[in-house]
């Protein structure tokens, strides 16, 4: 009889894709899984289908994470979302691989998409410490007093991914997020887990405090209405909502005043121009603070 | 009378030590964690476990004004919410009870002091007493104290029985709370061994921790206690109080604990008058909980105070 190393033959090392809340890697709680297939229908992994306790528990890791996160130097922020996309540089080929293999891409759109995310957090993280220079101010007012405007972070955001571009539509919405001092709980769809997970591992080494992401995969009309609702949720970004699920939104989020930002879903060619990595994406979910101080002490 | 190092001490005889054993403690204790609770019980629970917070600040910082906004909190939980009851008392250093006890008057909240040295319980036992008959008379209900660590710990079982009872003396009308500092004990052992001498020599309630060391509460630490009342009852008829503190963070902690006492003790011990949580950011969580259901969402520490 020969031993498996004779014959060449291994055990598959199959991966479950779980949620990365808090820094770590958990099942849903609700132990719910949904075995992910490939075009030709063909078993490619089994994934988490987040529940709504899931969210609640991705929002206390994230207010637990936001005020340090916001707190940091703006230097350091830009240091570590840099560090992020070394992380990713390094895993360029196994991200890739993913895109291929899980997620039906031809090898070049799946190296163009991974390309275009990692330079997106670079150009994501050479803006934390130039966003107060460039939106802040210093107002000219009728009377003897400094008056000075900085932005600030608006909190927890919660935001949901659209269906298209699993991996560049994820890093677009969220680099701007994070980069202005926010802590995020991002939700996709549960097809996209294998590679949102894949970029949840780049994230757990790459000195992003346990927290400030949390990475969520599930069914958007489970989450949506909890998250609408959530009244320690600061902001909701979303991508590609029907008409019904803004209303919604919109509706849940007006008893709490929470900031809303809507987008239209694009493909991953749409998301890699260049007018998708703007200033104007990190603004919606910053808060301007106007200090008055007297002139002449 | 015995005498240890020198020192005579009253005729105590120290419980049998009984070993515990941990492995089958903390299997069952994690086994009651897990037991699910349906809406309407956990509202219950809910509401209950609000009755029996000892809601404590034991800060060097504390002030008059921090614990006037304590007992306002402690008397109404949520403004607005009739149907959340008040605390079970608030627990405060002495030199702040008389405070409390103008803030808290006709409420029927209890103020409890903690005392003897707290949290070291390294003093002279004289000035010990004489903190308690002080304490007692400034108002305090209830008194919150430390046994001598370094005595039991050290085998001089005599003294720390001896402190209990003079304690319980000095207390006159005031109930007292052994606190154990199960966290220094090292033990479940030990912990078992400490309760019963702590029972036999008349506490009204045994207290796991000061909150001041780790780990302060833990659920098996609280139902070795709490097995230790159980067999006090059977023997004696007699009951005895719990109060498990330092570390209950969550609502789902504080039923999880509830669950402990009905499952060991049963319905008579379901009430303030025989179990209390000592806790702070506790009532917040219990809080938002209940304000959840009301609401159908999630709900935000930014709507509470103190928090």
């Given at each position: 009889m020969k031993t498996p190393a004779q014959t060449n033959m291994r055990l598959t090392v199959a991966k479950t894709y779980k949620l990365f809340i808090g820094g770590a890697f958990p099942r849903t709680e609700s132990g719910r899984s949904v075995a992910l297939r490939n075009r030709s229908g063909e078993f490619v992994a089994n994934a988490s289908r987040a529940s709504r306790k899931d969210l609640r528990e991705a929002v206390v890791a994230a207010r637990k994470a936001a005020e340090s996160w916001a707190g940091r130097t703006a230097y350091l922020r830009s240091q570590i979302l840099y560090r992020a996309a070394e992380m990713m540089e390094s895993r360029r080929e196994s991200l890739t691989a993913t895109l291929v293999k899980a997620h039906g891409k031809t090898a070049k759109a799946a190296e163009a998409e991974v390309s275009a995310s990692i330079d997106r957090l670079v150009w994501y993280a050479g803006w934390c410490d130039k966003l107060t220079q460039v939106l802040g101010n210093q107002n000219p007012v009728a009377g003897p007093f400094f008056n000075m405007s900085s932005p600030e972070a608006t909190g927890v955001v919660v935001l949901f991914a659209g269906e298209s571009s699993p991996l560049l539509g994820l890093v677009s919405i969220v680099a701007p997020v994070i980069c202005g001092g926010n802590a995020v709980v991002a939700c996709s769809p549960i097809a996209h887990a294998p590679i949102v997970i894949d970029f949840a591992e780049v994230l757990a080494t790459s000195?992003?405090?346990?927290?400030v992401v949390n990475l969520l995969t599930g069914n958007r009309d489970e989450l949506l209405p909890t998250a609408a609702s959530h009244?320690?949720?600061d902001a909701i970004g979303a991508v590609g909502l029907s008409m019904e699920e803004q209303v919604l939104l919109e509706g849940g989020a007006s008893a709490t005043i929470k900031r809303v930002w809507i987008d239209t879903d694009r493909t991953s060619s749409a998301w890699a121009l260049a007018d998708h990595q703007s200033l104007y994406r990190i603004t919606p979910f910053l808060e301007v603070k106007t200090s008055w101080h007297p002139m002449g002490l | 009378m015995s005498v240890h190092n020198g020192v005579v001490r009253s005729a105590y005889h120290p419980p049998a030590w009984k070993a515990v054993d941990a492995v089958a403690v903390e299997a069952r204790a994690a086994a009651l964690g897990t037991r699910s609770i349906k809406k309407a019980a956990k509202l219950q629970g809910l509401l209950l476990a609000v009755s029996m917070i000892d809601l404590t600040t034991l800060e060097g910082s504390d002030t008059p004004g921090k614990v006037r906004d304590l007992c306002a909190k402690a008397m109404r939980p949520l403004p607005g919410r009739s149907d959340i009851p008040s605390t079970g008392a608030v627990c405060v250093y002495p030199p702040l009870v008389a405070v409390a006890k103008e803030a808290l008057a006709g409420s029927g909240v209890k103020v409890a002091a903690v005392a003897t040295y707290f949290p070291s319980g390294q003093g002279d036992l004289a000035m010990k007493l004489e903190e308690v008959r002080r304490t007692v008379e400034a108002g305090a209900d209830e008194i919150d104290m430390v046994i001598d660590r370094r005595a039991f710990l050290m085998g001089d079982y005599a003294k720390v029985f001896d402190e209990i009872a003079a304690t319980v003396e000095a207390c006159g009308p005031a109930h007292l709370k052994v606190i154990l500092e199960t966290g220094e004990l090292q033990t479940y052992d030990k912990v078992r061994f400490a309760s019963q001498l702590a029972i036999d020599a008349g506490a009204h309630f045994i207290k796991t921790?000061?909150?001041?060391?780790?780990?302060?509460?833990?659920l098996p630490v609280t139902l070795v206690m709490l097995e230790v009342i159980r067999e006090h009852y059977f023997k004696t008829g007699k009951m005895v109080g719990m109060k498990p503190a330092g570390g209950i963070r969550t609502a789902k902690d504080a039923l999880k604990y509830l669950v402990m006492v009905n499952e060991t003790l049963g319905d008579a011990w379901m009430s303030p008058d025989w179990f209390r949580l000592g806790a702070s950011v506790l009532l917040n969580d219990i809080l938002m909980q209940l304000e959840k259901e009301r609401l159908g969402a999630y709900d935000s520490l930014r709507y509470h105070t103190l928090g």
């Open positions: 000195d992003l405090p346990a927290g009244r320690d949720i | 921790s000061t909150g001041k060391v780790q780990p302060a509460a833990t």
